[in-house]
């Protein structure tokens, strides 16, 4: 299959700071990607749709300005999670749709720790 | 009413057991059913995809749905200890954005 790659794998950050998380597609070009958040015990919730060249498209009650999302090239989106606080801590996850776009690959994901 | 309902188990089941998971939708628009395979602390692994109504077979895994009863069913045959993990039905519209169940939980024992 497909796929997809996630930088860092984890990442420990002290409250105020913003990292960046890094998705790329790593043998297809994907026009559009997916970055999803999953909390311990509940399922991928989707914040926002990045979309190559044009801005990213977020669900409602995702926070624009925290989570920044670039899509600077076909095979690589970025997530920045800016002034993260300890409620960020998550597993995120990016996903890039192949084909038709009916089918999602998943990177391995990224834990985000904030102290 | 969620638009996928899955029981989160834990489902526990012995070595060489008949897996059997289900989902149900109510969002008649969903047209790509899928079913992922996610280790912990690891993304999803895309498992099976179908599209029609029916079943769709691929080694020990059986993916089954039912679009007038808005039903899907994955069958895990000769069950593994390292088919351990929780499994994630998902489903699309054809718009790219897909919806998730919120996973169920499975163990077998050796």
């Known amino acids: 299959g497909a796929v997809v790659s996630q930088h860092p794998s984890w990442v420990i950050c002290k409250s105020g700071t913003s990292v960046k998380i890094e998705c790329r597609s790593l043998?297809?070009?994907?026009?559009?990607m997916f970055w999803y958040r999953q909390f311990p015990k509940q399922s991928l919730m989707l914040m926002a749709t990045s979309n190559e060249g044009s801005k990213a498209t977020y669900e409602q009650g995702v926070e624009k300005d925290k989570f920044l999302i670039n899509h600077a090239s076909l095979t690589l989106s970025t997530l920045t999670v800016t002034s993260a606080h300890p409620e960020d801590s998550s597993f995120y996850i990016c996903s890039a749709p192949t084909g038709a776009g009916e089918t999602q690959y998943f990177g391995p994901g990224t834990r985000l720790l904030v102290l | 009413q969620k638009e996928v309902e899955q029981d989160p188990g834990p489902l526990s089941v012995p070595e060489g057991a008949i897996v059997s998971l289900n989902c149900t939708y109510s969002n008649s628009a969903f047209q790509y059913f899928m079913w992922y395979r996610q280790y912990s602390r690891k993304g999803p692994e895309l498992l099976m995809y179908t599209y029609s109504s029916g079943n769709k077979e691929d080694g020990r895994f059986t993916a089954q749905v039912d679009k007038s009863s808005k039903y899907i069913s994955l069958f895990i045959r000769d069950s593994q200890p390292s088919d351990s993990a929780t499994y994630l039905c998902?489903?699309?519209?054809?718009?790219?954005?897909?919806?998730f169940g919120i996973g169920t939980k499975l163990q077998v024992i050796p």
């Open positions: 043998d297809f070009q994907a026009t559009t």
């Open positions: 998902a489903m699309a519209g054809g718009y790219q954005k897909v919806t």
